[in-house]
């Protein structure tokens, strides 16, 4: 029995040698036995809607060597050294390092240093492709792009969100060695050759992308503000035409060496930091209570409801002020048309407080208030939304006009998008697809409609009001003759630590065009403008110029106004 006991033991263990282990212990034979040079894959490029290069690839190489492979040391230092322009006291440390295994002798290395070294045959010292990223419109859409480590993989931005895409897989050269490294003469090379990573089509357009960037770079230097930035979507279906973040940086000279300077410039304000939006916010308030009348509310204030005339409305003991007199030095009875025109506070107040904090907060879940907007990006942010169930009537009162509540500027472009393409909310996409070197598509990112905010008759009702706000109200400088311009003015103080900082404001705009049937639209903001800081007088002339530049560039026609 005990022989027949430890016969099974040794069986068993065959048996585990032989086909459980098998893997692994190949894998271990061939590691010691052969020696690895990589093929590093070529990184995929990125093109703009357009198919206009955006992030590409310059050949370089980095050179390393195996010392147990060296023959000559101080033959091979003596070429790289002229080669590399290195010292050659250096270089021979590093070629009779036997302790490990590979040492990096330079890394992007250019091609005709390459051919050199290629020539000269300098044994144990290899060579491998290893590409720089190049970017030819520098700081364009910077930090949309985002950039790479030195290994080449995404770091930030696309390059990042969409690596597994980009990076392709490695293949290696394999070669037999004896025990300590040195290559077998005539000995066959194995090779499994690199796949190259895929190509990643963007949404954005470049030559909107430059203009809008150009309009909002010099409003920054004009009016010495903290920040200019904008977001230009098609509220179609939420692709985005255009993400501006200024100031900005290069993407070919990125400030590695400075830490919080680079996470600052690089960091996608639009998607991933949050702001009380101000008067902006009014859109979705008016939404609201449109949808809510159409559909038979009875605490939806009617369409030609008139508001009182009286500037202050009192909640909680909070005492809530119109921004200004606006006809004739007097506040006077207004519609829901003319409280838009007049972007006056009071009104918005009434319709959240009559519709209720439970259906006004259903709208604001609709919209996407609290939560992601579902982009391709990575970081973003959700926002601040108080919870309903502790929700002050004073706090309450002013979320109706863009207080008391912290928005991404994303999730406000969104919002205002589906409020007048006809109550469709999509998923905003930075990517159209991804494709190979040959042409051929990939994956095709497809509109992905999350849900509906209010109805088409709705949504119809309130573009007419905005568009009477360009025409006729606060954002009469967003006006283009010959076209039908919709919008919306914000101004917005700001908060620090708690309280209200004394001279500092968000200038912004949110519009679109042609209001008629909406297919751009562009939400501008200005942080801590120095001087004037109304959104009618700072924001909306460049949301005009942006527009007027689209409109040259698309070359969109008049229209009947």
């Known amino acids: 029995m005990a022989i027949a006991f430890i016969f099974c033991i040794f069986l068993g263990r065959f048996f585990y040698i032989q086909l459980i282990w098998e893997d692994e212990l190949h894998y271990l034979a061939l590691d010691q036995w052969t020696r690895e040079i990589p093929v590093n894959a070529g990184r995929g490029i990125i093109v703009d809607r357009n198919g206009e290069l955006i ?164 409003a920054l230097e004009e009016t010495q503000a903290k920040a200019a930035r904008a977001i230009v979507l098609d509220p179609t279906d939420f692709s985005v035409l255009a993400m501006v973040n200024l100031p900005s940086y290069d993407l070919n000279d990125i400030p590695r060496n400075d830490i919080a300077t680079l996470n600052a410039l690089s960091r996608n304000c639009l998607v991933s930091d949050i702001y009380e939006p101000g008067s902006t916010f009014k859109i979705v308030t008016a939404a609201a209570n449109i949808e809510e009348g159409l559909r038979g509310n009875p605490k ?152 509906r905010t209010v109805s088409e008759e709705a949504s119809q009702i309130l573009s007419g009001m905005l568009e009477g706000v360009v025409r006729d109200g606060s954002g009469k400088k967003a006006y283009i003759e010959g076209y039908r311009v919709a919008g919306k003015t914000g101004t917005a103080q700001k908060y620090e630590n708690g309280r209200i900082a004394q001279g500092k404001y968000v200038s912004s705009f949110i519009g679109y065009f042609p209001a008629s049937a909406p297919r751009y639209l562009a939400l501008v903001i200005i942080d801590e403008p120095q001087g004037t800081y109304y959104g009618s007088t700072v924001a909306a002339p460049l949301a005009k110029s942006i527009f007027e530049g689209i409109i040259g560039i698309m070359k969109v026609p008049k229209e009947e106004v």
Not at 340 to 360: E, M, Y
């Open 300 to 451: 939806a204030l009617p369409l030609n409801y008139v508001f009182s005339s009286s500037r202050t409305r009192s909640v909680d003991g909070t005492t809530i002020r119109c921004w200004s007199d606006h006809k004739n030095g007097k506040h006077t009875n207004q519609t829901l048309a003319e409280a838009l025109n007049n972007s006056c506070n009071p009104c918005f107040v009434d319709i959240a407080l009559s519709l209720g904090k439970q259906t006004f907060y259903d709208y604001l879940a609709a919209f996407h208030f609290g939560r992601a907007t579902g982009i391709d990006f990575s970081g973003e942010g959700i926002g601040l939304l108080l919870p309903e169930k502790t929700l002050r009537d004073c706090d309450f009162a002013r979320i109706a006009f863009g207080q008391s509540v912290a928005v991404t500027p994303l999730q406000l472009a969104c919002a205002a998008a589906s409020a007048i393409n006809g109550g469709y909310y999509y998923a905003p996409r930075l990517v159209e697809e991804i494709f190979s070197a040959d042409g051929s598509v990939r994956q095709k990112i497809q509109p992905n409609l999350l849900q």
């Open 55 to 218: 992030a590409g690839n310059r050949a370089q190489y980095s050179i390393y060597a195996r010392a147990n492979a060296v023959e000559d040391a101080e033959g091979g230092a003596e070429l790289l050294s002229a080669l590399l322009n290195a010292e050659k006291g250096d270089l021979i440390a590093k070629l009779t390092d036997k302790s490990k295994s590979e040492i990096i002798l330079a890394r992007r290395a250019e091609k005709d240093v390459i051919e050199r070294l290629a020539e000269e045959e300098i044994k144990g010292v290899y060579y491998a492709r290893n590409d720089a990223r190049i970017y030819p419109y520098g700081a364009l859409a910077s930090q949309v792009i985002g950039f790479t480590a030195y290994d080449r993989s995404g770091t930030t931005g696309i390059e990042r969100y969409y690596d597994d895409y980009l990076k392709g897989e490695k293949g290696e050269i394999l070669f037999e060695t004896d025990l300590v490294g040195v290559d077998i003469g005539n000995a066959t090379a194995a090779y499994r050759p690199a796949t190259d990573g895929l190509n990643v089509k963007l949404t954005l357009d470049y030559r909107i992308q430059a203009l809008a960037e150009e309009v909002m770079g010099a």
